[in-house]
């Protein structure tokens, strides 16, 4: 396997570009990338230090390191254009055919893609909150307010996945743990009457929770494949039971699992 070094450039947080780039290097599973983000590199002297930090890597290695660029500013991006390595240009790529098709000539403004909104900002603080707050089943206050309910045995990967969708998605999303007493029925905990609607289920692989659990727990009947079993299957009963959907967490990341409920529970972005 081949190592390629990898950099995120951007004038901002580097979020556009990581998020771009690294979508596109899933589709090489033969290389291995080391990668790093060079936030806020918003100015010519800035972009030379880089261009130079990118070249000595490229002297070091032998071969040219890949470079995802964001940046908006066409002096900078001169600059950068110049180094030593394959200079991907994620802002270049797109801009041009949206002017022509629009009429419309870009402002080239830094920190466009990340600035705050007040309005969507503060629905996302208060998200996050609310998930913080109902986390776990910790709290059953306004209960009705959520949007979405996760349930599932512990360590699942249910409030990972809440978190997520609070942070990125403003979705009051809160979750609770099926506790023995409702595995053994199965049934569903008294406070989540009347929210049936708003559950949707995890699973996942005895294999993959034993492995998760044994992180906390190493020994214990809990991290038993035996017990592990015992749960999902009676998890995935109730779920049949109530007709409530479901994903399986085991080979899935927090962002597949969060745009797979969102999907199926139709839930606004």
Not at 199 to 225: C, D, H, K, M, W
Not at 256 to 265: F, N, P
């Amino acid at each position: 396997m081949t190592t390629r070094h990898v950099f995120f450039v951007s004038d901002g947080t580097g979020i556009t570009a990581e998020t771009l780039g690294n979508t596109l290097l899933t589709q090489f599973e033969d290389v291995s990338f080391v990668k790093s983000s060079l936030p806020f590199i918003s100015t010519v002297e800035k972009a030379r230090i880089t261009a130079d930090f990118i070249d000595h890597i490229a002297a070091s290695d032998g071969q040219r390191p890949l470079v995802f660029s964001t940046t908006v500013s066409d002096p900078v991006r001169a600059v950068l254009r110049n180094c030593n390595a394959l200079f991907i240009d994620l802002f270049d790529t797109y801009i041009h055919g949206l002017e022509t098709e629009l009429g419309v000539a870009p402002t080239h403004a830094q920190g466009r893609a990340h600035s705050a909104n007040s309005r969507k900002y503060d629905a996302r603080i208060d998200a996050i909150n609310y998930s913080l707050e109902h986390d776990d089943g910790q709290s059953v206050r306004d209960l009705s307010k959520a949007e979405l309910i996760l349930i599932a045995p512990s360590r699942c990967g249910k409030t990972p996945t809440t978190l997520y969708l609070a942070m990125q998605h403003g979705i009051y999303a809160t979750n609770f743990p099926l506790l023995d007493e409702d595995l053994e029925k199965p049934a569903l905990p008294k406070s989540l009457h009347g929210f049936e609607n708003k559950l949707f289920g995890v699973t996942s692989e005895p294999e993959r929770l034993s492995q998760v659990r044994n992180e906390r727990r190493p020994g214990s009947r809990y991290a038993s494949i035996a017990q592990c079993s015992y749960e999902l299957r009676q998890a995935e009963t109730l779920y049949r039971k109530l007709q409530i959907p479901s994903v399986n967490s085991a080979n899935m990341s927090i962002e597949e699992m969060a745009a797979t409920v969102l999907h199926e529970k139709g839930l606004r972005r």
